[in-house]
């Protein structure tokens, strides 16, 4: 990337609103996200019509408040862009019909993202993180193993079959009686349990030990049904979700494994992406993965792990430095998967 380029990005296919503006040399001018938690608690999980509501609330006095906060006139940025998909359709829409808006009302060009190529790039927002790399990408909607060539150029390695891992927190830590999300409900459960060695529970691998690089976590939610009502204390809750965590660790381990020897060469980095990658304890095993197979690992800071719109504009960052634009009938698409990007001649970059 050559002239330091500045994109706002907008982010609305959850439960989310985010804003940022994002320059190509990594900066990021200013940033917001307002999570719409407290909209959706009282129903223990994201109800759509909810969500895409909040967006129409909140998201132009986000805008504003990026615009204003960086100090910069629309002059100032080179391009808009918004998530056009997967997500939540309502949701998506009003993000991307107010960059749209926004691009026609002052001509500069716009992008629209994919979520998950956001997801899989954004660890490069931290310098160093060259191509190519193996991602792990596990969210509440995602739970796959991708060769990340290029920018759009990616390889599918597995896949899960069922669940989402991020699902499987969340279905879990609902079983348990914890809030959404469970992810961070489950992890801070963990902590409290004060053994660490020799767990009394055992939850099945699914798949581990199988060819392949696909993710099975429906029977894992299966087994938690039936050992949750048999757990007596609340040092038995916390090293059950304790002992879930050593799982879901074992089965990442179990299918990275296979997945090192799929790829198209020997890959030196493993990138996670996804808010799942905001748990500790995975990201310190997949640390120690990393070291016992010879390869650097990366992780993005936590709050860039979570959905934000900083990922978007560097998404969107990546794809305009090689020309890319959209047109303003870009559709939003409730589904994209990552294997149906488009990328670039690598000469390009
Ligand atoms: O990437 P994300 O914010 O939204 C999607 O695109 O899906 O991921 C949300 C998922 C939820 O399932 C949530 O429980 C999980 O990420 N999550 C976590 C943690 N923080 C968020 N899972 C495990 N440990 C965490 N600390
Ligand atoms: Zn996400």
Redesign the pocket.
């Known amino acids: 990337m050559h002239k330091n380029l500045t994109i706002l990005g907008i982010e609305t296919s ?1 439960d989310e609103t985010a804003v940022a503006l994002v320059r190509s040399d990594r900066t990021i001018v200013s940033q917001r996200v307002l999570s719409q938690l407290k909209d959706h608690l009282p129903y223990g999980g994201v109800v759509p019509e909810i969500a895409a509501r909040a967006h129409v609330d909140h998201l132009d006095g986000l805008i504003k408040e990026v615009m204003d906060e960086a100090a910069l006139t629309y002059d100032d940025i080179d391009a808009i862009a918004a998530t056009s998909g997967p997500g939540l359709i309502g949701g998506v829409m009003v993000g991307l019909m107010t960059a749209k808006g926004l691009s026609l009302a002052t001509g500069k060009p716009f992008l629209g993202i994919n ?1 998950i190529e956001a ?1 899989a790039l954004s660890p490069r927002l931290s310098p160093g993180v060259e191509f190519p790399y193996l991602l792990l990408l596990v ?3 995602h739970c796959q193993i991708v060769w990340v060539n290029h920018v759009g150029a990616y390889q599918l390695l597995g896949h899960t079959i069922d669940d989402a891992v ?2 499987a ?2 279905k879990v830590a609902k079983l348990l009686g914890l809030p959404y ?4 409900a489950l ?1 801070k459960l963990a902590r409290q349990s004060k053994s660490v060695s020799s767990p009394r529970f055992h939850l099945p691998l699914p798949l581990c030990g199988k060819p392949g690089a696909d993710f099975s976590f429906a029977g894992l939610k299966t087994a938690a049904r039936l050992l949750i009502p048999e757990l007596q204390s609340e040092e038995d809750r916390a090293e059950f979700a304790r002992t879930f965590h050593h799982t879901i660790s074992a089965i990442f381990a179990d299918r990275l494994k296979n997945a090192l020897k799929m790829a198209p060469e020997a890959p030196k980095r493993l990138v996670v992406a ?3 990658a ?2 500790q304890y995975l990201r310190d095993d997949l640390q120690a993965f990393c070291d016992a197979n010879n390869m650097e690992f990366y992780a993005p800071p936590m709050w860039l792990c ?2 934000n719109a900083a990922m978007i504009a560097w998404a969107a960052l990546e794809r305009f430095a090689h020309g890319q634009t959209d047109e303003l009938d870009l559709a939003a698409r409730p589904r994209w998967p990552l294997v149906e990007m488009t990328g670039f001649a690598q000469d390009a970059a």
């Open positions: 959850c979520h997801h969210s509440g909607g991020g699902e927190f969340d999300p469970g992810g961070p992890e996804g808010g799942v905001a748990n979570t959905d």
